[in-house]
């Protein structure tokens, strides 16, 4: 008899319709040593006669079987399944999945390769219920590249993350013998079955494979069990299974893989469920509160550390079942961003809330003082607004709400407006309702509006396509809007009757706007029919929807949306640009400027910007910004959005691009256009194809990297060290270099020129803008940002106590702290006046300047600093694997700083404390050196020399 080489068990329960599709994707698989075994769970409908003629069709390949009853889940079926397979090897597809082409040979290859029990692939999740299907891989990261463990406990987010059966394949003998099998009668099997192989296979490999895709339908009207968590019930299988799992780890001893299952439980498994709370009940609630508080009190604690503030705070107050502080935590988490409490703050920390502050692990828990609440411009918070009461007679609406007043900055004496916003999800139109706010009033923690809309006179559907309408309050304080999304809560909206509208069209298709709670918990409308005339119009239209016409009609608006995404498509775009705007005529004067990709007004574009103002030169500038709105550019400055079409035009007709990173790689710069790259810093590491990163892509992606740098005409430097490291790094020729300095640090040189020359240092403006007094000492900590191995930005962290800093050294010095542009910081308040984030200042070099020494660690803001001959104190706390385990350096900067290198809190304090002798006069010499070696070209006239070269009359 002939084995198998993968048996793939496709177990099926009132599925007719998609188990051929799963059946067909395992015979179409590239391995041909496949077989199928189904197994139906007792289906009510035509599965097992479509697994009978399925088997019938393939003979040798398909076998059907029916269990004798309905199992409920999928533990029966799988367990029956691995007794009737034959394959030397055994995988799990439920029949509403398919899988990859190439899965079954890529997971026997590496099985065979490494003799592993088990082999597991990346899985696909396939979002059936978006517009083009969207896809999300399944924590990629695990699969990143094919490895080989020998045990579990080498790679614990193995057995944390991935909990799936289906995209693993199996030895057939190892789960033989060791009595591996889904339990059943209970739901949620994958989790303890995945547990007990992890724990007891002998090797395990993971490939970087798609072997499963994972076809996800939220609307569908039979909800999967993932999909059912309103029920009770579905929580306590979770909790069983957990408990399971966790006894199994126990047993072994792995206490740290217990700890590591701890807080994925806490940011994923109770994540899914307290996103319900809000729209369920208070029986519901206390059942869950139970179960789940029974769960909690044997999570390690470590595990709150470890978790984001809002999954701790959840957590936490759910075990004191203070439903007042945890319903609207659980809002905020199904709302991401939104703020939904007012609260508190106590001894120069934020809290949620005031409660169970008389603790340490509650003050440490419900701390938020690192999200910047009570610093933020309020209009970058997105302020919770929950509906306190909802009524509607006829066609007209009365509803009322509150909006938190986060620690009260809304002040009693601001100036309120409101207006209702009710507007179409799919805008046909482009028409939506504004109406006035009849009440709005401060109410300490809360803003109270109240309003009624007459909707059947201001809402005027279409009445066929814009089908749901939501609803905002735009409020207004002092002058400043702040929109919000209207959350329903508790208000019981399903009590009130429908309103009567009056779509543009007609009423004999809908008649009725009926108010709904979104998937996010909002407040939404959604045209219905009631009337007899509506209701028999509406249902001639949906029979008319399936028909020949209907099909027709509906193929056309699809290629029309499609065809409307894609002109707003990246490759449309290029196109664009490539085959229009490059025909058009250069435009002589025309400058593009851009700093940081867009995100500021600042560095040396800015410098030569002003200084061509400055000379009255006649040119046309033009600068781009990225987000949606543009911030600290100048009022008269002309704007283009960064890959906007206007942004691909003026770049395509532009005599110059200056920028100090790089226009987008995949424009071609046209002959007659003049390409001014200023850079943005000396390098300390490793830059382009010197980065190990870029050494490591393909050849194709090197060459498209080549010639974007190929660009540049000019490329400015400002020290032979640059040309030692950047240029060679960029592969750039020498006639491209220009050996003038940057711009930017024009100001810095005149800075120490004006001390040298009077023996006084001026402050200027900015430091009574900032509240400095002329007495403090002013320091300015400017570090670089810190990025993961596979490049994504890590979060920032302080890498001392600030609130010990300001404690000990606030009455004689202010800090000022500048986060990397790619970073953000959050200061408590307890540092108010001595402490100061200054990071929203786009340009660095008036704080530079203004700075009496400064604090960095890797930024190249040292080689700018270095031209005011001030001291400078590194703080390199990770060097050894920012230096050797990143990207690397061109030099030692340990060997090489004008200034005290220290990696811990306490030495760092220890200069501070001690400054003028420890930072200043011990490395004057070591500055000169450094300057010499790195700025000799920063003269103090870069931006002047550039002007005059390229703007007045001079050659390119």
């Known amino acids: 008899m002939h084995v198998p080489d993968v048996s793939v068990v496709v177990i099926a329960y009132n599925d007719a319709e998609r188990l051929p599709a799963a059946v067909r994707s395992v015979l179409e698989q590239t391995l ?159 989790l303890l079955f995945s547990a007990q192989a992890y724990v007891a296979a002998s090797r395990i490999t993971l490939i970087p494979n798609h072997v499963y895709y994972w076809n996800v339908q939220e609307k569908a009207s039979a909800k999967s069990i993932s999909n059912r968590r309103h029920e009770i019930a579905n929580f306590v299988h979770r909790m069983e299974i957990h408990r399971r799992v966790d006894a199994l780890l126990e047993s072994k001893g792995y206490d740290e893989l217990k700890y590591r ?97 008389d603790t340490e692990q509650g003050r440490r828990i419900l701390d938020v003082t690192a999200a910047g609440y009570d610093t933020r411009p309020l209009t ?106 209207v959350s329903v809560g508790g208000t019981p909206i399903d009590e009130a009757d429908p309103v009567r509208i009056r779509p543009r069209l007609t009423q004999l298709v809908s008649d009725r706007f009926v108010p709904e709670v979104t998937r996010k918990g909002n407040l939404s409308y959604v045209l219905a029919a009631e009337g007899k005339a509506a209701v028999h119009t509406s249902a001639m239209i949906e029979g008319a929807m399936h028909g020949r016409a209907a099909g027709l009609a509906k193929t056309g608006l699809k290629r029309l949306l499609h065809t409307k995404r894609n002109l707003n498509s990246g490759e449309t775009k290029l196109r664009l640009y490539h085959r229009l705007y490059s025909k058009l005529p250069i435009r002589k004067g025309l400058v593009v400027f851009e700093s940081h990709l867009g995100k500021q007004y600042s560095d040396s ?186 490049g994504k930005v890590r979060a920032f962290k302080l890498p001392f106590d600030v609130e010990e800093f300001a404690e000990r050294f606030g009455d004689t010095h202010t800090l000022l702290v500048r986060t990397h542009y790619l970073n953000s910081v959050s200061l408590p308040p307890s540092v108010r006046g001595r402490v100061v984030d200054v990071s929203r200042r786009h340009d660095v070099t008036p704080l530079l300047a203004l700075a009496d020494g400064l604090i960095t660690d890797y930024s190249s803001v040292m080689f700018d600093y270095g031209l005011l001959d001030r001291p400078m104190v590194f703080l390199t706390y990770d060097y050894e694997e920012y230096a050797r385990e990143n990207r690397g350096t061109y030099f030692d900067l340990k060997e090489r700083a004008p200034g005290p290198v220290v990696s811990t809190e306490e030495e760092f304090f220890g200069v501070i404390a001690n400054f003028r002798d420890e930072a200043d006069i011990k490395y004057a010499a070591a500055r000169q050196r450094f300057n010499a070696e790195f700025s000799e070209y920063d003269r103090g006239d870069a931006a002047e020399r550039i002007v005059a070269r390229f703007f007045t009359g001079g050659r390119k």
């Open 32 to 190: 041909h040593g496949v077989d199928v075994v189904i197994v139906d769970d007792c289906s009510k409908d035509d599965t097992f006669a479509v697994a009978q003629a399925l088997a019938a069709a393939h003979p040798n390949r398909v076998r059907a079987f029916q269990l004798p009853r309905n199992s409920g889940g999928c533990g029966a079926p799988r367990n029956f399944g691995i007794q009737q397979a034959t394959g030397t090897y055994v995988m799990f597809l439920d029949s509403d999945d398919v899988l990859e082409r190439n899965a079954c040979r890529n997971m026997l290859a590496a099985a065979e390769s490494t003799g592993s029990d088990l082999v597991s692939g990346l899985c696909v999740r396939v979002h059936l219920d978006s517009r083009n299907k969207k896809t999300t891989e399944w924590y990629p990261w695990l699969y990143s590249q094919t490895r080989t463990i020998d045990s579990i406990t080498e790679l614990s987010d193995l057995l944390v993350f991935d909990t799936l059966s289906t995209n693993k394949c199996y030895r057939r003998a190892f789960l033989l013998e060791q009595g591996l099998e889904f339990p059943v009668g209970i739901h949620y099997e994958d």
């Open 261 to 357: 299952k701890d807080i994925k439980f806490l940011k994923h498994d109770l994540v899914l469920h307290l996103r319900d709370l809000p729209l369920l009940g208070d029986d519901y609630r206390r059942e869950f509160a139970e179960l789940a508080n029974g769960y909690l009190a044997d999570i390690d604690p470590r595990a709150y550390e470890e978790v984001q503030p809002l999954h701790a705070i959840c957590a936490y107050l759910l075990s004191k079942e203070d439903w007042t502080h945890l319903l609207p935590a659980t809002d905020a988490l199904t709302n991401p961003g939104r703020l939904t409490t007012a609260l508190a703050e106590l001894d120069g920390h934020v809290y949620w809330c005031a409660e169970h502050l």
């Open 380 to 485: 970058s918070l997105a302020l919770g607004n929950r509906l306190t009461s909802y009524a509607s007679s006829g066609g007209v609406v009365e509803l009322a709400g509150r909006v938190v007043n986060p620690l009260g900055r809304i002040s009693p004496d601001a100036e309120l407006g409101a207006v209702l916003e009710i507007s179409a999800r799919r805008s046909v139109s482009g028409k939506a309702a504004h109406v006035p706010v009849a009440s709005v009033r401060h109410a300490g923690a809360w803003i109270e509006w109240k309003g009624r809309v007459d909707i059947a006179r201001t809402v005027r559907p279409l009445g066929v396509i814009d089908a749901v309408w939501d609803v905002r309050l735009v409020l207004t304080v002092d002058g400043q809007k702040l929109r919000t999304r």
């Open 605 to 790: 574009p800015r410098a030569i910007y002003e200084e061509m103002r400055r000379r009255n030169i006649p040119f046309e500038g033009v600068w781009s910004y990225a987000g949606a709105k543009p911030t600290g550019f100048p009022e008269d400055a002309v704007l283009v959005k960064r890959w906007s079409r206007q942004y691909l035009r003026a770049l395509a007709q532009a005599e110059f691009w200056i920028d100090n990173q790089g226009f987008p790689l995949r424009l071609t710069k046209r002959p007659g256009t003049t390409y001014i790259q200023t850079w943005h810093g000396t390098a300390l590491k490793r830059m382009g194809f010197d980065e190990p990163h870029t050494k490591s892509r393909g050849l194709g992606t090197q060459q498209t990297f080549q010639k974007a740098l190929d660009r540049f005409d000019h490329f400015l430097i400002r020290g032979e060290h640059d040309r030692r490291t950047l240029a060679k790094a960029f592969r750039l020729r020498e006639e491209v270099l220009l050996p003038v300095g940057y711009p930017r640090n024009d100001e810095l040189v005149a800075a120490h020129r004006r001390e040298t020359e009077t023996g006084r240092r001026e402050r200027g403006p900015l430091a009574a803008e900032l509240g400095i007094a002329p007495e403090k000492t002013v320091l300015l900590y400017a570090p670089t940002f810190r990025a993961a191995p596979g």
